[in-house]
């Protein structure tokens, strides 16, 4: 590609996280350094927004509020999970590229980057497939981001550094809580946090122990590991018998011998037939309650885990920011068609370098926990999982708080003039 | 009372807060300077531990770790929901007094303080009685802890303000976060708190919207105010109509029209034909999602509430440990039968005293909130609920991390040599 002058777009899309925004905020501050590139835009609800010619002007942004995304949970540019479907409607999604082309063309977008996960960097690939057949030039960047962590080339994602610490902290303080509470009675607390299919979040809360086998998480339940009754429940028992008490950790993907999510168990009906989905964590407690006798409360953290940038991991802001400015760099470079990469250089003495990945070894792929990372029983990550691990909740963050909470940034969000008709 | 001199017992009962260490901090160091207490013990798990004489050296503690137990959640000594049953078990009652009785004495306990909620505060007036009837020199003392800040005459409960500081942080994250997912297929996200008969807790996320009507939450469902269903469904429709998502935050005790909790409704059996009581937050998901036919997510805070030391309010911490300061003062100058309450003497200019009140006054009254601090059609506190709380969640505390996660206390507890045969 000859050397790019022009305008940069910078969208998010999926699920928000605690740094998504310290993403953004790595690629506009980077952006700000280069005469190349022309205007900053932000694209509004990703995809969606970009279809609907809703751009703003990242240059009428103060610059404390760009300093401030970097402490901002949510996504500010807001998001979508819309995907653009070729294989169900192709000719819908033909439609919505061209009209993607027309958007970037009429405001000479010449830079764009899209943070997201495993769908969106998919999304990000095609763009740049399509860019390259249309001889439209555009340097296309992909900006990793997703607390399940299941993306694959990078050592980890960002957002999944600062879900684990939130959770980790959560687990702990429970464990404190319910273990002062523990009598002869015994007692269990199970608490539900998100990974549909992979177990890293799940895992990540094993840091709770600090190293201490009597402390909370005693059992961690992972969707990659078909959940086996009667060893759970005798794990429980032995747990309660030691400690007298018990803490469980489900990701909310469980799933039962038949491969089945017990958060969705087709055996629990409410008044009008339709299965009742509480979640793996009421289904969980049904059975330690109703097979054990044993009180059970449930805990299900839910949007909270992703978007506590109270407690974020300041490494996760620190890598997340990186990926963002990395990315700019690259395409400065003339690059296209990658995904900046999180490169661990040394676990014990944790150092770590940015990298580049091509987006179609990305895109669709899901990375999961390696069955070596996990004990033999499969109720708790080993050794391995927490070399791993750790290095990635290192660090407090420092929020500017007011009135007792913290001020979190909005952005001014003024709209770049519309220069198409509206989309049909 | 004649001048007392003897040793001091210290425990803790019922639910615990996040503080309910700082008040236990705040005797210990307050006895400490007062050479008319000899020793300091602590009672393991409250009554229940008593009543075994399961005591431990206080002085065996590092003076660090008392410091520690500052911003230490849980309840250091251990703490029980046992309570001395003189209404059913008059006999099994009489028996356990004299036992307290026979351990106080065996260890020349002068000073006792029990830190805990209604029925604590009801056992510790029982006790105070009971020493005046026995003719046994002892000064005894309440010390106040609830998150759920329901006690009469106290401005507010020691452990309420940290509470509410982390489940407003919460819903603010939340609310950005899901406020960025909203597109226009609109969205609702119903987070459940704590709060059985009381809606202080509710009630206090208020405090997220931090002044702006826009803001999460957008309802809140309180236990005092039974669900009309129609109106609550009206104004989940009008909210999403008006933001595109709407945030609801419900105590778990939320009752509908008859009285009954609907976190327990009888409706909805499991395949055994149990209730199942999987709580408000997903009976209210089940009413949204099938009447409004909109996409909702649920989130229950459970126990990490009254647990997250990580994130509690400096004033309350400030608090709980002057409450426990001026129990020990009060008791040191010959007063017994008595708790510390906040008196606040300014809310704009936020300034506060510690006063006492006689247990007799406290002892199983619950405080609701008054009607007037909450809007006429029931969905949200006002102005007034907002200058009461809005001090209480004021400062962020700083604790020591280490790899990554607070370093809490963990006392060395070691016990005191019994000096009585068994319980029986």
Known sequence: MAELIGNL??????????????????????????????????????????????????????SKSIEG??????????????????????????????????????????????????????TVH??????????????????????????????????????????????????????????????CCIIEVMGRAAGWI?????????????????????????????????????????????????GEGVKNQAGEEIGADKARLDAFGHAVLSGAAEALATLVQGKLNLKTRTVKLGYAQRAAAHYASQTDVDEAFACGLAAVRAAIGGKSGLMPKIVRLNSALYRWEIGLEPLENIANVEHFIPREWISEDGFLPNAAFIEYASPLIEGQVQIPHKNGLPQYTVLVKSPVEKKLAPRA
């Open 9 to 62: 777009l910078v969208a998010q899309s999926g699920g928000p996280t605690s740094v998504i925004n310290a993403s953004i905020a790595g690629v506009i501050t980077e952006a700000g350094h280069h005469e190349c590139i022309e205007e900053i835009y932000g694209g509004l609800n990703g995809i969606l927004g970009i279809l609907n010619e809703d751009l703003i002007d990242i240059n009428d942004e103060l």
């Open 69 to 122: 995304l970097k402490n901002t949970p949510a996504a500010a540019l807001g998001t979508c999970r819309y995907k653009i479907d070729f294989k169900n409607k192709p000719e819908k999604a033909a439609q919505e590229m061209d009209r993607l082309f027309e958007v970037f063309a009429a405001h000479n977008i010449r830079f764009f980057f899209y943070a997201g996960g495993n769908d969106s960097q998919d």
């Open 126 to 187: 095609k763009i740049h497939l399509e860019a390259i057949k249309r001889g439209y030039e555009m340097s296309v960047m992909g900006v990793p981001k997703t607390i399940d962590n299941d993306l694959p080339a990078t050592d980890h994602c960002p957002g999944y550094g600062s879900a684990i610490k939130y959770n980790a902290v959560t687990v702990a303080e429970i464990g404190l809580d319910v273990g002062s509470m523990a009598t002869d009675d015994g007692s």
């Open 202 to 250: 799940a895992a990540g809360t094993v840091l709770a122990k600090q190293g201490n086998p009597a402390n909370a998480p005693h059992i961690i339940l992972l969707p990659e590991i078909p959940l086996d009754e009667a060893a759970f429940l005798a794990r429980v028992k032995a747990t309660v018998a030691e400690h007298k008490y018990c803490i469980v950790v489900c």
